[in-house]
């Protein structure tokens, strides 16, 4: 197949990390790697940040991403990025009438307006994973919620308008029903991850003899972090090293996000035990990972989360907040344990009791590689993902064929 993905404002190419860079970049990259692997081939739409940026960056030789001009080429926040969607739409459309695919997944709604406007005229499907929806981001952030005015009536619009709908995750599912999405064009796909490079043999970070805790992610308030430092008062003999945040060459003491975290570290006594790592590279995460006894996931809300995955990937135990996508990968007393989001209190009881057992992190890591290896690896999602796009395909071709012709079929396979 020949598949065009949009993704506006997570470009495979970005490191994640950033204010707007984090498991969407990752998970469109691997996506698309692992379908061209399988025989497809694979365009990725984004938009140019950057005025020096080639039109086209080959990625493999059967996946290219294309950096198509929407609003001025420099970064620009998500939430800001609206007003361009009609040049971006524009750039998608004259490409796709050119040389249609055969099938387009939108990642993120605003990459789905996009999409779904490009492709007028076209008979082309269009395949949309959301990756976060707006009204349970405003149940859970209320008035600290950025998203611009009219994204839940987008989404709302999106489901009737698309042709498949990928939830990663049960709990997705009954918010997108919630949101009015037909039951029959939804499939749940999970997230998957690369279990060769993520894996319990390999280089590990260096540590000393202290139990570590290691939190990975951007920093920003609802990924949980604060709950994590404050937890750490409950685990006096551990450290916690948190990956994430301004890149070396930037000032830390002008990131609002990093200021807000050291604050916390220093009013709960912690400040000592915390080490702010900043971004780390994509090669060197599994050596992270690796060094850790316990990794921390806590979130307030989660669409899936592609870091308690990686650590399972490596052997690791989890700890992750009840929601969303860790509903589905955290197997509660199997491969970690599960606890309430916003609550620092049990957090800090859980991380303690784990690391006082000789024996629980150890247990955790090898269930949760054993379940990541039979459940979550790219293959196996590529896969899937497959499989929904050749039912959109199938399900565009039922509608438009002829109906003289669609009886003679039946006739024939009656026969």
Not at 2 to 28: C, F, K, T, W, Y
Not at 51 to 69: A, F, K, L, Q
Not at 308 to 316: T, V, W
Not at 359 to 370: E, K, S, W
Request: charged residues 25%.
């Amino acid at each position: 197949m020949r598949i065009a993905m949009v993704s506006e404002h997570a470009s495979p190419l970005a490191p994640p990390g950033g204010p707007d860079s984090g498991g969407q970049n990752v998970h469109v990259r691997d996506l698309a790697l692992a379908l061209a692997d399988a025989g497809h081939d694979v365009t990725v739409s984004t938009r140019r940040e950057d005025p020096g940026s080639p039109d086209v960056v080959e990625m493999h030789p059967r996946v290219r991403v294309r950096h198509v001009p929407a609003g001025p080429a420099r970064r620009i926040a998500k939430d800001d990025l609206v007003p361009h969607l009609g040049e971006l739409a524009d750039g998608l459309r004259a490409a796709w009438h050119a040389d249609p695919p055969d099938v387009v997944h939108a990642h993120f709604w605003m990459s789905g307006l996009a999409a779904s406007a490009a492709l007028r005229g076209l008979d082309v499907p269009l395949v949309q994973t959301f990756h976060a929806l707006g009204h349970v981001k405003k149940r859970h952030q209320g008035p600290d919620d950025t998203s611009p005015d009219g994204r839940v009536a987008a989404e709302r619009a999106l489901v009737r308008r698309c042709d498949r709908i990928v939830a990663t995750c049960e709990d997705e599912l009954f918010e997108l029903l919630r949101l009015g999405a037909p039951r029959s064009r939804v499939s749940i796909v999970p997230c998957g991850v690369d279990a060769t490079t993520f894996t319990p043999d390999g280089p590990v970070r260096p540590r000393g003899a202290r139990p570590r805790i290691v939190s990975i992610g951007r920093l920003v308030r609802r990924k949980g972090v604060d709950e994590v430092i404050a937890a750490l008062r409950l685990v006096p003999a551990a450290e916690l090293l948190v990956a994430g945040g301004p890149a070396a060459d930037e000032d830390p003491a002008a990131d609002p996000d990093l200021r807000r975290l050291a604050a916390v570290a220093e009013q709960v006594g912690v400040l000592d035990r915390v080490r702010f790592l900043g971004p780390v590279a994509r090669i060197d995460v599994p050596a992270l990972l690796r060094s850790a006894d316990v990794v921390a996931c806590t979130p307030w809300y989660e669409p899936f989360g592609m870091v308690p995955l990686e650590a399972m990937a490596c052997g690791r135990a989890v700890v992750g907040t009840a929601v969303g996508g860790l509903l589905d990968t955290v197997v509660d007393g199997v491969t970690g344990r599960l606890v309430p989001p916003r609550r620092p209190r049990e957090l800090g009881q859980t991380l303690a009791r784990i690391l006082g057992d000789p024996v629980l992190p150890d247990a955790y890591g090898l269930a949760g590689r054993d379940r990541v290896v039979a459940r979550y690896t790219w293959p196996k999602i590529a896969e899937a993902i497959a499989g929904v796009y050749g039912r959109a395909r199938a399900d565009r071709a039922t509608v438009t064929e002829d109906p003289a012709a669609a009886v003679r079929s039946t006739a024939r396979a009656a026969r």
